[in-house]
Nanobody, 123 residues
Framework: QVQLVESGGGLAQTGGSLRLSCTAS????????MGWFRQAPGKERMFVAT????????DYADSVKGRFTVSRDNAKNTVYLQMNSLKPEDTAVYYC????????????????WGQGTQVTVSS
């Protein structure tokens, strides 16, 4: 079992930056790929970014490529999402997730989820 807790959400202006953190407890996060998803009101939860167990491989949704960076520190059981050049359409609840698969872009690839953190970008 893994428990995930996100932090770092809040209000930002268009063009601004935020850094989200997700800390795992229970089984070591290095056993899992980690992903970030987001869900806007009335919409389904969408893939944002993923990072491999060792951190050597990452991938992003087209909508955030070049603006967001995912990283992890396995010694701290923490994964990060650095969000730059924020846009109003980035407004959503952001969730981190841990998965036992080799790679994952779908919600069903992930076994454990955090409670989410709100990100609001004002225009």
């Amino acid at each position: 079992q893994v428990q995930l807790v996100e932090s770092g959400g809040g209000l930002a202006q268009t063009g601004g930056s935020l850094r989200l953190s997700c800390t795992a407890s229970g089984r070591a996060s290095s056993n899992y790929i980690m992903g970030w998803f987001r869900q806007a009101p009335g919409k389904e939860r969408m893939f944002v970014a993923t990072i491999s167990r060792g951190g050597g491989a990452t991938d992003y949704a087209d909508s955030v490529k070049g603006r967001f960076t995912v990283s992890r520190d396995n010694a701290k059981n923490t994964v990060y999402l650095q969000m730059n050049s924020l846009k109003p359409e980035d407004t959503a609840v952001y969730y981190c997730a841990a998965g036992a698969v080799l790679s994952g872009y779908r919600t069903y690839d992930y076994n454990y989820w955090g409670q989410g953190t709100q990100v609001t970008v004002s225009s």
